[in-house]
């Protein structure tokens, strides 16, 4: 797929939008005082605009069926917004329902369920939410996900219970690279790579770093891992965008990535940064 330049097509594989408020999103601490506000698709137009990036993906922040109806709305008034990975009651029993209401909307192009924050390590491997997961084949819907690098292992199971099921990693899966700690994440990502209806987001790195003091020597020897786990083909380049704010500015996280792939072949290059999320997410 081409842009209107006949360049490959550069697609941001994940971003978020949203109305801020404190009740809706308590995760956003003092810490993180400048994502108290609201991100709109003015705002990411602005920013993609500016990076050279032709169109995205966005992405859950809240866990309700009425966000989900928002960012569709959104990315039906909205050119850039190629596809939206929303949420919705995977382990209900009233999912059929809800995704044939949802998917009226052809830009829904899969699901994500917190996984990071469940208290419960095991949820993904619950037989309910297992029999949710196969209810997304039926609608060609992917799954994106998201989850903490000591979650890696039940990860592993759960993909392995659908083969046919597309997945998408998303950030990684979230090492500590704050602490330069590389195994045994580095181990489990290679296992996990190993299955080829999985794929990796190259995305969050920054926020689970030093926010202050990261630098692209830090995170190389973590992409050095997913390159070798995944291969080129099976990676996207996201951006975290609003979240990355904290530590990295939209412009300078696409630099970073496009310094670390400079070397790789026009092809790999042309995956990572568009061709494979048009693929993996079936964006027109």
């Known amino acids: 797929m081409e842009n209107s330049k006949g360049d490959s097509v550069k697609i941001d594989s994940h971003h978020h939008l949203?109305?801020?408020?404190?009740?809706?999103?308590?995760?956003?601490?003092?810490?993180?005082g400048l994502l108290k506000r609201d991100f709109l698709p003015r705002d990411l137009n602005a920013v993609m605009q500016a990076a050279g990036i032709d169109g995205s993906v966005a992405v859950q922040a809240r866990q309700t069926v009425e966000e989900t109806d928002w960012l569709l709305s959104l990315a039906g008034e909205c050119a850039a917004i190629r596809g939206v990975v929303g949420w919705a009651p995977i382990p209900g029993g009233d999912l059929p329902a809800i995704l044939d209401k949802l998917c009226?909307?052809?830009?829904?192009?899969?699901?994500?369920?917190?996984?990071?924050?469940?208290?419960?390590?095991?949820?993904?491997?619950?037989?309910?939410?297992n029999a949710g997961i196969r209810t997304l084949r039926q609608y060609g819907l992917a799954y994106d996900i998201l989850i903490y690098e000591r979650q890696l292992s039940q990860a592993i199971q759960f993909v392995d219970r659908h083969p046919e099921q597309i997945f998408v990693l998303d950030h990684i899966a979230?090492?500590?690279?704050?602490d330069g700690v590389v195994e045994p994440w580095a181990s489990m990502m290679r296992e996990m790579g190993r299955r080829e209806n999985v794929w990796c987001k190259v995305s969050g790195l920054v926020t689970e770093a030093n926010w202050v003091s990261w630098t692209a020597d830090s995170l190389k020897p973590y992409m050095d891992t997913v390159?070798?786990?995944?291969?080129?083909?099976?990676?996207?380049a996201g951006s975290d965008w609003p979240v990355c704010l904290v530590a990295c500015s939209y412009a300078r996280w696409f630099e970073i990535l496009?310094?670390?792939?400079?070397?790789?072949?026009?092809?790999?290059?042309?995956?990572?940064?568009?061709?494979?999320?048009?693929?993996?997410?079936?964006?027109?």
């Open 18 to 32: 949203w109305q801020y408020s404190a009740e809706e999103y308590g995760w956003i601490d003092d810490a993180m």
């Open 104 to 129: 009226e909307r052809k830009k829904l192009k899969g699901l994500r369920h917190v996984l990071q924050a469940e208290p419960d390590e095991h949820y993904m491997l619950r037989p309910d939410f």
């Open 174 to 178: 979230k090492p500590r690279i704050r």
């Open 227 to 236: 390159v070798e786990a995944f291969g080129p083909q099976r990676l996207l």
């Open 258 to 284: 496009n310094e670390y792939f400079a070397s790789f072949s026009v092809a790999e290059r042309e995956a990572i940064f568009g061709g494979t999320a048009v693929q993996v997410y079936k964006l027109g």
